[in-house]
């Protein structure tokens, strides 16, 4: 079943401040699955526009709380306040000035955009690695009637020409793979084979891959071995329970806990950012949340 909340949505009632949203009331001290350490072989984060009827500062308590490191997809107008709880913002936005670079839509494979985003994403590689963070988005965009090979050369054309800052500043683009199947119509990196070819044909340690489990068992399936066999082209996991976009539980169709004991064993030491929408949207939610972290904390 389609979700009627998407990330795009969300990011604009985010985008409106946290007065303008309630705040639930959140007491997870007593949850038995916070009774026990996380073991560490997981780095979890938590991609906050899931979670977006609960304002940032009240998030980032909680989720460190539950043992994660930080929470993903939190631009510049959050950093002071993951960093006040000594949170980590695991995948940068751009800016809200460089909205372009927040657009799934609008990306590298149409050149009618590369000027913006160039001058985005040199303003901003250089903020991303002086607030200390590493990993910032990008989106190959939607197709438009171009077709993927030349869609692929124009990402090289256009990536070509950020990557050598990024490289400089130590700076990892991640390009997002999303499913145009269900929730992105027309989106064009949606599948791994497309995406490793871009990785390969640009040749820099500091472009990676989103792998988005959620949107590739959608478009692909394969997922362990499709990890195991792309892995040094991976930089950044996100989850979330398939069909629906839910909780990760048995009432999906993957068993999460293989998948992260294959990718522990590829070597990633990267982030797992969970990207479920909680069917509970109130505080429910997080215990969700901390079943979903125990469950992918092999």
Known sequence: MKSNINRRKAIKTMALGSSALAIPKIDLTNDSDLSEPLKGNINHSVCQWCFSNIPLENLAKEVKKLGLIGIDLIGE?????????????????????????????????????????????????????????????????????????????????????????????????????????????????????????????????????????????IMEGDVIRTIQENKEFYGHFHTAGVPGRNEIDESQELFYPAIMEAIVASGYNGYVAQEFIPRDRTEEGLKSLADAIRRCDV
């Open 77 to 217: 107008e959050g950093w002071s306040t993951l960093k006040k709880y000594g949170l980590t913002s695991t995948m940068c936005y751009g800016d809200l000035k460089g909205k372009s670079t927040r657009d799934l839509t609008k990306g590298w494979c149409d050149t009618k955009y590369h000027e913006e985003l160039i001058k985005h994403y040199k303003r901003f590689i250089p903020m991303v690695a002086e607030a200390g963070w590493t990993n910032l988005i990008c989106f190959s965009g939607n197709s438009r009637g171009i077709n993927n090979q030349i869609g692929l050369q124009n990402c090289v054309n256009g990536l070509s020409q950020i990557i050598p800052l990024a490289e400089k500043y130590g700076v990892i683009l991640n390009m997002e793979l999303l499913n145009s199947k269900v929730d992105h119509d027309d989106y064009m990196c949606d599948n791994s084979e497309w995406g490793v070819t871009l990785c390969k044909a640009l040749g820099s340690n500091n472009f990676k891959l989103l792998y988005d489990i959620y949107h590739m068992q």
